[in-house]
């Protein structure tokens, strides 16, 4: 091969590079924690287990019932496992009005009053129509070990075609999971009486 072709197909692939979209990163939100705290309710989430999957930085996108694809430029900006015990804790903080609910990634809390394990059977991402999460979460007392484990599946609409959207989604997914675990966790004598504990949507 002459210099002069090499020397056009190294153009030729830098330009390519070049006009390459970046990368966007995404997490899951959850509210800030309570201004005010009404109680002293110390709560940890985690571990969180997820499907193999989806542990990974892009975005995995369901193309269908056997079919995946993975978004090499729309990622997660930290591990998602990590990212929903993050986002459950913050919206637990918010449900039960505590300052004191955490992920076990930000905090051993070995004296912690409630320890939450969640296991994400299904965690489904489509861009223009929805995202689902389905686990199974485990609410332990510390202090004589007692538990409940219990179901969330929740699928939330994603409003149009953007990661944003989807990214809002799950987020919305995670809230709804925050919420059974709370139910839970009052229906151990943490707060008020539980409503009746869910077992699907």
């Not at 929903?84 to 990634?105: D, K």
């Not at 004296?111 to 969640?118: K, L, P, T």
């Not at 599946?153 to 075609?161: C, P, W």
Request: aromatic share 4%; proline share 8%; net charge neutral.
């Amino acid at each position: 091969m002459s210099p002069h072709v090499c020397v056009a197909l190294a153009a030729l692939a830098l330009a390519s590079c070049a006009t390459s979209p970046p990368a966007r990163f995404f997490t899951l939100s959850g509210p800030p924690p309570p201004a005010a705290p009404s109680s002293t309710l110390s709560i940890v989430v985690g571990p969180v287990a997820i499907p193999a999957v989806v542990d990974r930085p892009e975005i995995v996108v369901s193309v269908g019932n056997n079919e995946v694809w993975l978004d090499e430029f729309n990622r997660w900006a930290s591990p998602l496992a990590d990212a929903i015990a993050v986002a459950t804790a913050e919206n637990l903080g918010s449900t039960l009005g505590t300052a004191r609910a955490t992920s076990l990634g930000q905090s051993t809390a070995v004296d912690a009053e409630y320890r939450v394990s969640v296991d994400v059977q299904r965690f489904e991402s489509v861009p223009g129509s929805h995202a689902l999460l389905d686990a199974l979460f485990t609410v332990r007392r510390t202090a004589d070990g007692k538990s409940v484990t219990a179901r969330t599946t929740a699928r939330e609409a994603a409003g149009d075609k953007s990661y944003d959207a989807l990214a809002a989604a799950h987020s919305r997914a995670v809230a709804q999971l925050a919420r059974d675990v709370a139910d839970a966790t009052r229906g151990m004598g943490a707060t008020a009486p539980a409503r009746p504990l869910p077992v699907n949507r």
